[in-house]
């Protein structure tokens, strides 16, 4: 296995250190490497490094850059999904952590069927309450899961959430561990580059880590 960059490298540690700071297991917090609007030689040495999950928020970008790669990996859609995309999301992804709506439970539903293979679900909570933003309100949120489990048939995994970003985001992180613990859940993806070190210390399972790893984007 390749020597891993030293942005990996360095990322990895301070998971390691935030985690054990706060009392926690370093294997409990996993990292999600963003690999999105990344070029390939940006990506290939974390591959070759020997890291196994990666996240990507467009499901057609990520088809075309992991396709025939993908065997052994665990890719995570971290991006909002079009209903009328389910079909290849529910192909293609292991891990579908922006399910916010009805139609799009219905869509997933249907596609498990079909399909015979089910990735695990995140339900995405808006807890900034950001008009533009994806994820169901936290007052509804209890309400959709229910509805998830029970209308759909849908098994929960955990919760995922972006912070707004002109805020601090602990409350954010602590608001979603609370709606978690409440509904049974105790996945909880939240954390980016700029705070990943306090979404461990507010109880996170999985981090999303992107520019820290794989340097600034192409473009937003
Ligand atoms: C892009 C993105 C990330 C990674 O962001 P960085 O700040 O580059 O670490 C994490 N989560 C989601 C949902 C994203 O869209």
Redesign the pocket.
Known sequence: MATPPPSYADVVARIARAAQACGRDPAGVTL?A?S?QQPWEAVEPVVAAGHKVF?E?RVQEAMARWEGRSQGLELHL??PLQSNKAKEAVAFFDVI??LDRQKLARALAEQTQKQGRMPRLYVQVNTGEEPQKAGVVPAEADAFIAACRKDFGLTIEGL?C?PPVDEPPGPHFALLAKIAGRNGLSKLSMG???D?ETAVRFGATSV???????GK?ASA
């Open positions: 999600v963003v999105k996240g928020n971290i991006g952590e922006t995922m972006i980016m580059s700029d990943f999303r880590v992107g520019s820290a790893l794989f984007r």
